[in-house]
């Protein structure tokens, strides 16, 4: 069982509070090893800009593939649902409609359950909470907030696209030109999360794509203001030798100007980081002195062990930073 590999963080008796900020595969993965890490109290709070509304239901992938993974449930791919059989989207396929956006049956019943829950008056916060119990996840999950925010790209030519249209289908093969988080001036941080970000011991940034993971984040009025107070702000880059294992954070990074190396990652959080996590193959690309620290370590996470040793290494600088 993936559950029995647990370590103990190096903190003796005491407990670490973190909080990490989390988009979809690579921050997930990084949640289910610090939540292996015995001493750890962990709230993750979910990029929500993915959401969309996909045959009449009420989808959040990055929450639902957050909750998967902590599950040891994740599919083959990094998302859905393992083992999920697809007999409802071979039906549709029948049908005068695009399923060209693929929902496994198990997965289907989160979805319904979503959209049942949130027509009845549910908050989107309270939702996942229901399904984190339901899948058996003791840490804390939250979205970031409860209120409708959206990740909208421009490319060129078709101009401004829906994140769920440009991801899914046109498989993220397009130039990014632009980004903007549609109802950023209107959302409010969802409930728990400017506690969970004031009162942990570090902050986490997950190797998600920072500009389409994060970025919708930090887009909710109060969070960024609130990270940048904070003692110790960990961030892991999710480039390995300047390019993303799954996804286009390396492309969009490149084609909105930031750079798609660690000094790009440390330009796309501002200013944020007191910490940031690269791979150790990537020890030529590293930047001067000064803030952020950058670590060298192994940060593949091919399977549990690995998210456990890649989380155990940000507990410990966690705990360094209590200590000083």
Known sequence: MWAATIVTAILGEATVRLTLLSGGVGGAKLARG?????????????????????????????????????????????????????????????????????????????NLFRTDRLLAGWSLTWVTTALASAFGVAATILPATDDPL???????????????????????????IDIRFRGAGFCRPAPGVMEALANCDAIIIGPSNPILSIWPILAV??????????????????LIGGTALKGPAHKVLQ??????????????????????????????????????????????????????????????????????
């Open 255 to 324: 084609s909105l100007g930031v750079g798609s190396n660690t000094a790009g990652i440390i330009s796309s959080y501002d200013g944020l980081l007191t910490d940031l996590l690269i791979d150790q193959s990537d020890v030529d690309d590293v930047v001067g002195g000064g803030q952020p620290r950058i670590h060298l370590t192994d940060t593949r996470m091919p399977d549990l062990e690995g998210s456990v040793k890649l989380a155990q290494t940000v507990v410990n600088l966690a705990s360094s930073a209590r200590r000083t």
């Open 150 to 176: 959206r990740t909208e790209v421009r490319i060129p030519e078709a101009g401004w696209l829906s994140f769920q249209e440009y991801f899914v289908g046109r498989s993220h093969a397009d130039e990014v």
């Open 34 to 110: 610090l939540a292996a890490v015995n001493g750890v109290e962990l709230t993750v709070i979910v990029n929500v800009g993915d959401d969309d509304r996909i045959y009449g239901l009420s989808v959040s992938p990055d929450i639902d593939t957050v909750i998967y993974t902590m599950a040891g449930r994740e599919g083959p791919q990094g998302w859905g649902l393992a083992e999920d059989p697809f007999v409802a989207m071979k039906a549709l396929d029948a049908l005068p409609i695009d399923a060209s956006f693929r929902i496994g049956d198990g997965d289907l019943a989160t």
């Open 221 to 238: 009025p109060g969070v960024a203001d609130t990270i940048a107070s904070h003692q110790s702000v960990v961030g892991i880059s999710p």
